[in-house]
């Protein structure tokens, strides 16, 4: 009943929806949560190894808390829009609670409906901040190859995957791609202190292609997650921060994913040294508990595109909702009382030395990530590491997502050029809840180099 329903009326995300009527298929319905686990409609129990996707940071035992905070708010106001000089007191408090937790510098906060929309928003106010300062012409951007940024015309510009772009024809913003951080894909081994010369060197040679006076920005994840959790080299935000300010663009750092606790900091970036103009998060914001994201921006940036008689042209109807923003600030109490944070620094260590292990499997090529965020690229069976059609299929396509789920884990597997298996567990899980992904995880892949 639930697949024939979805075939008829619901229109999945990121899916082929028409495929859904096909023999043998059947909709993965979940119908409750607790704890760091989701059970499914007909009462399989899985842990919920993604978080939701990346959003559940407190998994999903508190919800009487959170309704408790939501009907106090809707008992007092349901709606009232951010917008013409007006406000309402749970978006005040929520962007000062944020600006406190936020790095040195960023004091302010424009909030959306999520991911895209704040990427989306960091575009518009880079433009905004150069035409204001007398620089029109900075109309282009630069992200990272293989990056994800969002599927909104302009957060999609950013986005590196031509399976998402080409659709929907030229990208709504020029952009130039520069390598992303991930060592694998090197031709031979650099140290630490090379691949970022390597890295950095690359950035300048794109930002001077380009022209200088025409780059409005430079957005990256801390830990991009498109490729694989893949985590910088030493120096390298630091080297952003220097090549953005010579060339005079700002350096947006997108923390959709790694914001609110996912590396075991309020900002992951703070891991890796780097001092962005703009922040976008998102996801964790409410611990999944309802939509909200926000652009968050640095006092220099504020103090041009707020000078007096200047309008920001730019807005949402839902931004900054009453709703979610009382659940926000009730998830961030949460997170801050019950130590949430302190759990991923104690057991991210453990967590780190368990996937490593990982390593010892033949269908294993490389482990990274950093706090409860880590990938696994698989290897196959040509040379060179690539999968034929048949491994492909018959592993990666089938076994090992069906082996993880039949043990009860609910991970990423993606199945791309160099396929992954990826695990963002609720930071609230326990050293017993990480062996038990680990061991799940090792169980499936010896399963499948036995295949190989």
């Not at 929806?17 to 059970?39: C, M, Q, W």
């Not at 204001?132 to 293989?146: F, V």
């Not at 022209?211 to 630091?238: D, F, H, K, S």
């Not at 041009?304 to 709703?323: A, C, D, K, M, Q």
Request: with cysteine; charged share 20%.
């Amino acid at each position: 009943m639930t697949t024939t329903t979805a075939q008829r009326h619901l229109l999945l995300n990121m899916t082929a929806n028409g495929s859904l009527a096909k023999p043998g298929k059947e909709l993965f319905v979940v119908r409750h949560g607790e704890g760091p686990y989701v059970d499914d409609a007909v009462g399989n129990r899985y842990i919920d190894g993604l978080s939701g996707l990346y959003c559940c940071q407190i998994g999903y035992s508190y919800a009487d808390e959170i309704a408790e905070a939501a009907q106090k708010q809707l008992r007092e106001l349901c709606y009232s829009p951010l917008w013409s000089e007006s406000a309402h007191p749970t978006a005040l408090q929520l962007a000062e609670r944020i600006a406190a937790l936020a790095p040195d510098g960023i004091e302010h906060v424009f909030f959306s409906g999520g991911g895209a929309e704040a990427v989306e928003t960091a575009w518009k106010i880079a433009r905004r901040y150069h035409t204001l300062r007398g620089e029109p012409g900075r109309i282009k951007a630069i992200a990272r190859r293989g990056a994800y940024h969002g599927l909104t015309l302009g957060a999609l510009s950013f986005t590196d995957d031509p399976g998402l772009t080409e659709p929907y024809g030229p990208p709504a913003v020029e952009t130039h791609f520069i390598a992303n951080t991930n060592r694998t894909a090197l031709d031979s081994p650099l140290d630490e202190a090379a691949f970022t010369e390597y890295l950095l060197a690359d950035v300048e040679a794109t930002v001077l292609a380009a022209g200088p006076e025409t780059v409005a920005m430079l957005i990256a994840e801390p830990v991009q997650n498109r490729g694989g959790c893949i985590t910088p080299p030493e120096g390298y935000w630091q080297g952003l921060r220097r090549l953005a300010d010579q060339y005079g663009f700002l350096l947006v750092a997108d923390e959709v994913i790694t914001a609110f606790g996912r590396l075991g900091e309020w900002f992951g970036g703070e891991l890796y040294g780097a001092r962005p103009d703009v922040v976008t998060v998102a996801k964790g914001i409410t611990a999944g508990y309802a939509p909200m994201g926000a652009t968050l921006v640095a006092d220099r940036v504020a103090e041009v595109i707020n000078r007096p008689g200047e309008v920001l042209n730019h807005g949402y109807t839902f931004s900054g909702h009453p709703l979610s923003a009382a659940i926000a600030l009730r998830s961030l109490d949460i997170i801050e009382r019950d130590r949430v944070l302190d759990n991923v620094r104690g057991h991210q260590d453990h967590l780190a030395r368990r996937m490593a292990s990982l390593g010892e499997l033949p269908i294993v090529g490389d482990v990274r990530g950093a706090g409860f965020f880590y990938a696994v690229e698989l290897v196959g069976d040509l040379d060179g590491g690539g999968f034929s059609d048949r491994a492909r299929t018959e592993l990666v396509t089938d076994l090992i997502p069906r082996r993880l789920r039949e043990a009860g884990l609910l991970a990423r597997v993606y199945n791309r050029a160099a396929p992954l298996v990826q695990i963002a567990p609720p930071l609230i899980s326990d050293r017993e809840l990480l062996d038990r992904i680990a061991d799940i995880i090792a169980q499936t892949l010896a399963e499948a180099s036995d295949r190989l």
